[in-house]
């Protein structure tokens, strides 16, 4: 997915908030900014909006000396997902759909995103949670859960830190076995890596990998070789988030596009309206 102009003020938006969360110094502020424009002026608007922001908050860590502005968030996050995990998973046992269940509400923790949000809070979260057991979902997902049975294995591409504790709900109702979990190579926004992925208990579940770049999507030919064996042997990929469905290909038949959309540019290449929870695949695009 190519940058569009309405992906670029949020782009500057986006180092402003990391700015903000790496220190009070306005002139420092103002200096992210002044840089972050004018790599704006050159940018190659053919490439991806993840790419873009890579390059955005790769700025912001060499200006401010923070290399991780949102370690902070991604704790409190990882946090209160924690705290509502056995409340999440009694819904899931309860459920007489229960893998239906359990990816209902792996979708709607892709909401605790601050690449596409300024602010979040807990009480939004939990109103996603709830809506999203009874919302309509934008695309199949039985066609989903008939693939997800019959691959032999699975590529998890993780979004979020705090996210990725609702995906556990649907990975302990897989054969873990089958199941390759892969997070961020590098601290990027609030996207996961592998010590998030520890934190959420993902790494006694599953094998954990991560994709080798501080990208917040998945651009293949930025990608470990690690990576790139896991995704071209893999049966069936699950993509979370926005920042894979603006990178990856979609005309693979084994990618399910899986989000919360929740911005404009993304609902209209998706056909959704913001707010929407996504499953999308070539089949049903």
């Not at 401010?64 to 704790?75: F, H, L, R, V």
């Not at 991560?210 to 993509?239: M, R, V």
Request: glycine share 6%; with cysteine.
């Amino acid at each position: 997915m190519k940058i569009y102009n309405d992906c670029i003020p949020c782009l500057v938006r986006q180092s402003l908030d990391a700015a903000r969360l790496a220190g009070d110094d306005e002139q420092m502020h103002q200096r992210v900014l002044k840089e972050t424009l004018t790599s704006l002026t050159q940018i190659d608007l053919d490439q991806s909006p993840p790419m873009m922001a890579a390059h955005t908050q790769e700025t912001i860590r060499r200006v401010t000396g923070d290399a991780d502005p949102y370690n902070a968030i991604k704790k409190q996050y990882n946090g209160f997902a924690l705290e509502l995990y056995p409340e999440l998973k009694k819904k899931v046992q309860a459920s007489a759909t229960a893998l239906e269940t359990a990816l209902r509400l792996s979708i709607a923790g892709n909401i605790i995103d601050f690449g596409a949000l300024s602010t979040l809070d807990n009480d939004k979260v939990l109103k996603t949670l709830d809506h999203a057991l009874t919302q309509d979902v934008h695309g199949d997902l039985g066609a989903l859960i008939n693939a997800m049975g019959k691959a032999r294995s699975i590529l998890w591409l993780a979004d979020n830190a705090g996210e990725i504790v609702c995906d556990r709900l649907v990975l302990e109702l897989l054969d873990k076995s089958r199941v390759i979990f892969a997070v961020r190579g590098a601290p990027v926004i609030n996207d996961a890596t592998r010590e998030d992925a520890r934190v959420a208990g993902i790494c006694d579940m599953v094998t954990v990998i991560d994709n080798g770049t501080a990208i917040p999507g998945t651009e293949l030919k930025q990608c470990s070789k690690e990576f790139i064996n896991a995704y071209e042997n893999a049966d069936l990929i699950i993509s979370k988030g926005q920042g894979n469905y603006e990178t990856l290909p979609h005309d693979d038949h084994r990618i399910y596009f899986l989000f919360k959309a929740k911005c404009p540019v993304v609902a209209r290449e998706a056909g959704c309206v913001v707010g929407d929870i996504v499953v999308q695949n070539k089949e049903n695009i």
